[in-house]
Nanobody, 115 residues
């Protein structure tokens, strides 16, 4: 069965950095695109970044230049390196994969940016 487990969230100061991880299992990780989303309280879930199976990356304008998505196929893990964090980056961050036409989500990891 497909399973995604996020980790690495926590409390950071504005301008700080954090690295999120998403460990995947239950499918051939190297063959699938992986995506990060985030959701702040009272807001819609927002797409953040995507990395396809060849390794091409895509970013939302709100995080471009500050966040970096990467993957380690040997570890079946996708990462989100977050630098120059802002208050508005505060959210629960989720990873997602589309497998056989169905969305699979992790439970999320909370990132709080506060001074």
């Amino acid at each position: 069965q497909v399973q995604l487990v996020e980790s690495g969230g926590g409390l950071v100061q504005p301008g700080g950095s954090l690295r999120l991880s998403c460990a995947a299992s239950g499918f051939t990780f190297s063959s699938y695109a992986m995506t990060w989303y985030r959701q702040a309280p009272g807001k819609e879930r927002e797409w953040v970044a995507r990395i396809d199976s060849p390794g091409t990356t895509y970013y939302a304008d709100s995080v471009k230049g500050r966040f970096t998505i990467s993957r380690d196929n040997a570890k079946s893990t996708v990462y989100l390196q977050m630098d120059s964090l802002k208050f508005e980056d505060t959210a629960v961050y989720y990873c997602k994969v589309i497998f056989y036409g169905k969305d699979y989500w992790g439970k999320g990891t909370l990132v709080t940016v506060s001074s």
